[in-house]
Structures are given as structure tokens and as C-alpha cells.
């Protein structure tokens, strides 16, 4: 019970191979000390396609970080019995699972799991895309048009190579801006614009609802290359996200707490004057009793609730 609970800081591995306790290593894959798992996958590894077996049922188990360790110790021992369960895998919840998943496929070298790599070069995670282009030349295939190089390309990000493909590197650069890394999306867009192609000018357009505002203003810059009329762009500047303050909120907040809207706001005096209402409503409770002090305090309450309103309804929009 206890091996199961607690991981040894130093495990003994090496009796572990000779004993040919495979469980016990696989258990040790769930560890978060980064040596004892290598050490588990190591030792797995040695014992070679005895554990394949059992490896693949661990992969069932929702443990992430125990499935990071058993893909690591399936591409260690390198049998072909593991290769649909890792392309099973490429399809992942977990962006680090899918990138473990193609890069073990790339180590045992299949050339049958190539088609589950070009898939995984479509993946909206930049480590994934550049794990699956290294694996690709590993399980030797080479790109057989220049559709496949765009992708292959693009998982490397070699925005030089894209642009000497032109139009055929559209469909790549556009599932680059899925990518939660903003600046991958501006380099993207930049390449689109590099490029000039009029085809993208929607997706460019698109582009100018984008959260990251460097996105946007290359959007705009990259639109002008590819021909998009500039009466086009401010429609889709407008579906960009809103940063504005509830007006409500801050007005509530300054009502109830004298400063706290202020403070939501960002502006700096308003812990000076949230302290100062404390001061002033401790004094008042003590010389003029408590409802005596609601009724001088309640009109400066309700005028800096509304100062607060005020100020939101003032406010610009966040800058584009």
C-alpha cells in the first residue's frame, strides 16, 4: 500500500530490473521528481517489450503526468505494438500528452504512423506542430508536395521558407493563428502580409477581432498588402474584445465601501480614501452615535457612488 502512496527520493531501480518488478516501476512514472521518473523510464526501457503490455493499460488511467512517463518509457522500448495507442494519443485533452505522443512516434520510427504525424502538424499548439515536424523526418517521410512542406514548415516556424512558398502556405499560416501564443500570431500575419496573396484578405479581416493588440495593427498593415479596401477594416476591428469598466460596478462599489470603486477603477487615491472613511466613520460613531453617522455619511456616499458611474461612463474604450 505504501509504494503506492510515498516514492522513495532515490529508488532502486537496478533491483527493481532484476527483480522485473514492472508494476512498481510504472507506479514510480507517477512521480513529480522529474530524476525518478527518467530513472523509472530508464529502467522500463531496459526491460524492454515485457512492459509494453502493461505500460498501455496504464495509459488508461487519467494521472497525466503517469502518462507523460509511460509514452516516455514506450518510446524507450520502441514496439510497434505501441504505435496505434500513440497515435491514439496525439488526440490528447493535454497539449503536453499529444507533443510526448509524437515525439515517441518519431523515436520508434514506424513510417505507418507518418499520416498521424502530417495530422498533428494541423495541432493549435506550437510544441505539438514543431515535435510532429521533427518525427516526420524520423519515421522517414519526406513532404510529397508543397502543400505538405507549407505544414512542415510551419511547424518549425520558418517564416522564410513560408513566404518562398506564397499562396500554397495559406491554409498553414492560417491554423497558426489558432495558436494561443500571441506572438505567433503576429509573425503569421506578418507572413500574410509578406506574401501579399488577395485569398487572404479574410482571414486578415478576422485577424482585427483578435485579443492581442499587436495582432490587430498587423493585421491592418498586412490587409493593405493583400488588397483588402480599407473601408473593410474598421467592421472588423469592431469584433475585437472590450476591456471597459462596468460603470454599475464601480458606482455599487463606491457606495458601499467609500474608495473600493475607485480601486477597481485603478486609480490610486482610492485606498486613501477608503481609509479616510474609516477614520471619519469610527469618529463620528463615537461622538454622534450610529444614527446620527448613516445619516450625515449616506449623501457622500451616494455622490461618490455616482462620481465613480460618472467616470466609467467617461472612460474611453481600451486603445485598438
Known amino acids: 500500500m505504501f509504494p503506492d502512496l510515498f516514492f522513495l527520493k532515490n529508488p532502486d531501480t537496478e533491483l527493481m530490473i532484476r527483480k522485473r518488478d514492472i508494476n512498481g516501476l510504472i ?20 526491460i524492454g517489450s515485457d512492459a509494453t503490455c502493461p505500460l498501455l493499460s496504464a495509459l488508461r488511467k487519467k494521472n497525466r503526468n503517469l502518462r507523460l512517463g509511460v509514452i516516455g518509457a514506450l ?6 505494438r505501441a504505435v496505434s495507442f500513440l497515435i491514439g494519443m496525439t488526440q490528447d485533452p493535454g497539449s503536453e500528452v499529444r507533443w510526448q505522443a509524437v515525439i515517441a512516434l518519431g523515436e520508434i520510427g514506424d513510417p505507418a504512423a507518418a499520416p498521424a ?5 494541423k495541432d493549435p499548439d ?30 518549425m516556424q520558418e517564416w522564410e521558407k513560408l513566404t518562398e512558398l506564397g499562396s500554397p502556405a495559406l491554409p498553414a499560416l492560417e491554423n497558426l493563428l489558432r495558436d494561443t501564443d500571441g506572438e505567433v500570431r503576429v509573425r503569421a500575419v506578418r507572413t500574410l502580409g509578406t506574401i501579399g496573396d488577395r485569398d487572404a484578405g479574410p482571414v486578415l479581416v478576422r485577424s482585427l477581432a483578435d485579443e492581442n493588440r499587436q495582432v490587430r495593427w498587423e493585421a491592418v498593415l498586412a490587409s493593405q498588402k493583400c488588397g483588402v479596401p480599407p473601408m473593410y477594416l474598421p ?25 473600493l470603486g ?17 477614520t ?25 457612488g455616482i ?7 467617461k472612460m474611453p474604450e481600451e486603445a485598438p
Not at 507506479?27 to 531496459?46: F, I, N
Open 117 to 121: 504525424i502530417l495530422e498533428a502538424l
Open 280 to 304: 471619519v466613520t469610527v469618529w463620528l460613531f463615537k461622538t454622534s452615535g450610529e444614527s446620527n453617522t448613516y445619516s450625515v455619511l449616506f449623501p457622500f456616499y451616494l455622490l461618490l
Open 235 to 259: 467592421g472588423g476591428l469592431y469584433q475585437r474584445p472590450r476591456m471597459k469598466k462596468n460603470p454599475l460596478i464601480a458606482g455599487f462599489l463606491n457606495f458601499l465601501l467609500p474608495g
Open 75 to 80: 518510446a524507450e522500448i520502441k514496439d510497434p
Open 27 to 46: 507506479r514510480l512514472l507517477s512521480s513529480k521528481d522529474p530524476d525518478v521518473q527518467a530513472s523509472a523510464v530508464h529502467a522500463l526501457g531496459t
Open 307 to 313: 462620481h465613480a458611474w460618472y467616470i466609467v461612463k
Open 126 to 155: 506550437k510544441y505539438v506542430r514543431y515535435g510532429s515536424a521533427i518525427s516526420l523526418v524520423k519515421v522517414g517521410h519526406k513532404p510529397a508536395n508543397v502543400t505538405e512542406w507549407a505544414w512542415y514548415f510551419a511547424g
Open 262 to 278: 475607485y480601486g477597481y477603477l485603478g486609480k490610486w487615491w482610492g485606498i486613501m480614501i477608503f481609509q479616510i472613511d474609516i
